[in-house]
Structure formats: C-alpha cells, structure tokens
C-alpha cells in the first residue's frame, strides 16, 4: 500500500466527508476550555477539524494550529489504535470517518442532533452531563471516563481473543476484513510487517494474512506461520464440509516451488460449489490483499486442499 506524508493526504481530504459545520469560513470557536481557533487560518482546515474532534474526545491537548507534528501523530495513533483502524498516526479519510461516528454516538447518547463534529452544543451539552455526573470533571471533553458513563464504547473489542486460542468464525472472517477493507500491498520481506486488526504486525503475504485471521502466532515475534508449516495446525477437510474461515492450501512441496499459497474461504458463491469467495493476500497479479470470486479448488488449476484451523470454534 502507498502511503503519503500526513500533510500530503490533509490536502487531499474531501472536506465535505469530515465534518458538516467546519467550512471555508473557519471552524466555530467553542467554549468550555478547548483551544479552537475562531477564524479561519493558512493552516490546512481538514487537519484542524481532526485535531478539534481528537481533542474533543481528550486525545489531543495541543493548539488547533492544522499542523502535522508529534502531538497530532500520537493522538491519532491513540485514536487508531482505540478504534481498530491501521494505526499510521494520519488522519486520512478512514479515521476522519470514525472520528465522526464516534463524535455522533456521544451526542446521541446526549441526546443532540448526532452532526458528526464536536461543536460548541456538543461542548456544552458534555459539561453539563459531568456537572450532573458524581465524579466527572467539567471539562467538556468527552474522555474514557465521560464515554464510560454515557455508555459509549471508546475501543472496540479485539475480536480473537489471545493468540493461538479457540477462535469462532465470525471472528476470523472480522480480523480478515480489517485487512481487505484497507489493502496492503503484497510482501514476503518479514520486515515488511503490517498492523494487523489486533495492533501487531504481521508479514503481508499469504499465510501472513491468514495467520493474522486466525490469530495464530507461534512466538511473539511471528509475522505468520509459513505455507509449508500450516498443514502442522490444520485438518484437512473435504469441498462439501468447507465453512467461513476455512482454507484453501497449496504447499511449497505440492506446489513444486519453493513457496506455496493459501487462501481463506468466505463462502460458495454458486450452488453447484464451482466458485467461491475468496480472502487473500496476493501476489501478482493484484499484490495486494483482496475479496474476489475464485475458480474451485483455485484458478489456476492446481492442486490446493481445503484445510480447517484445528483452533476453529463451531
């Protein structure tokens, strides 16, 4: 996956996909002790609106000042990391979003218009909730604390568990996801490693992906268990018993090279079991991770053997 510098990807945000009420004519001046600027600045606009909702949410105590710098970069890495998204420390368009959503539960929770942006009635309405709270301070940041007694869940659940436990299919199929929805690019450099959905990083190749699907880390420093190493944690299974979170596996010795191949099964996409949806960190091609619709057993005719994770929960 390409990445871009902070200030690089600020630019290009769509501003109207941030948050309504911070136009061009500058972000509104709240009260209630956050230092957001009144008027509008040469500093970039989409940046200061990450910056005013991360200190909303008592992320980020520096000035709204729309530059990149080590508070805003460790305040979104919190975020990120709260949030399960990939923790880059940028506040691009993916954590721009969430921000929102999470900005919007707690006005729902406040029962205000649910806008997205953490505006002066926000501001106001979260002091009053901590004056009326035994044991908040008033200080119109919704923080752990104000969103722990608004019933509002500040970082999601890791779904998974402890590496290499019992793991139910709902949940591989999630951590898969976190990789498919935001694409890595193909490598099999283990320092190469990517944050997967758990925060830890793991080799983005094949069994790397699946590795991190299934949670399964032989030692902490494991990036993913190999192609040729798989068969020693999985049961081979037959086409007809496949299931979300189940395999597809070619080893290095059956693939007759020095590497094989494996692939997450999602599911059949006929009746006659012909195609199925696919998970997959991909070489060329793609090189990247992707959801694709997939000739059985693979398209390109070889022969990979459908497999189950012996740590599969039914």
């Given at each position: 996956m390409t990445r871009t510098t902070s200030t690089t990807r600020a630019l290009h945000l769509d501003r109207r996909q941030l948050f309504r009420?911070?136009?061009?004519?500058?972000?509104?001046?709240?009260?209630?002790?956050?230092?957001?600027?009144?008027?509008?600045?040469?500093?970039?606009?989409?940046?200061?609106?990450?910056?005013?909702?991360?200190?909303?949410?008592?992320?980020?105590?520096g000035e709204i000042d729309g530059e990149t710098g080590p508070q805003t970069e460790k305040a979104t890495k919190a975020f990120q990391e709260d949030r399960l998204l990939t923790v880059d420390g940028e506040p691009g368009p993916k954590t721009a979003a969430e921000l929102e959503k999470v900005i919007g539960e707690v006005q729902k929770a406040?029962?205000?218009?649910?806008?997205?942006?953490?505006?002066?009635?926000?501001?106001?309405a979260v002091t009053a909730f901590q004056k009326a709270e035994e044991g908040l301070e008033p200080t119109g940041r919704a923080g752990a604390e104000t969103m722990k007694a608004l019933d509002v869940e500040r970082a999601k659940h890791v779904p998974g568990g402890e590496p290499n436990s019992e793991i139910s299919r709902a949940d591989v199929i999630e951590r898969a996801m976190f990789w498919v929805d935001d694409p890595r690019d193909y490598s099999m450099d283990v320092d190469a490693r990517e944050t997967g959905i758990d925060g830890k990083g793991w080799r983005p190749d094949c069994s790397g992906f699946v590795s991190m699907s299934w949670n399964l880390r032989r030692s902490d420093g494991d990036g993913g268990t190999g192609t040729g190493q798989l068969p020693e944690v999985v049961d081979m299974i037959e086409k007809e018993d496949l299931e979300?979170?189940?395999?597809?596996l070619i080893t290095p010795g059956a693939n007759g090279q020095s590497y094989g191949h494996v692939v997450l099964f999602n599911g059949w996409a006929d009746d006659d079991m012909t195609k199925y949806e696919g998970l997959e960190q991909v070489g060329r091609p793609y090189s990247r991770t992707m959801k694709r619709t997939?000739?059985?057993?693979?398209?390109?005719g070889k022969p990979f053997d459908p497999c189950r994770y012996q740590k599969i929960a039914d």
């Open positions: 009420g911070a136009g061009a004519a500058g972000l509104v001046a709240v009260t209630g002790g956050l230092l957001v600027p009144a008027q509008h600045a040469a500093a970039d606009d989409s940046l200061k609106t990450a910056q005013t909702a991360l200190q909303g949410l008592d992320y980020y105590h406040l029962e205000i218009e649910a806008s997205g942006s953490y505006d002066e009635a926000t501001t106001k979300p979170g189940d395999a597809l997939i000739e059985y057993p693979y398209d390109n």
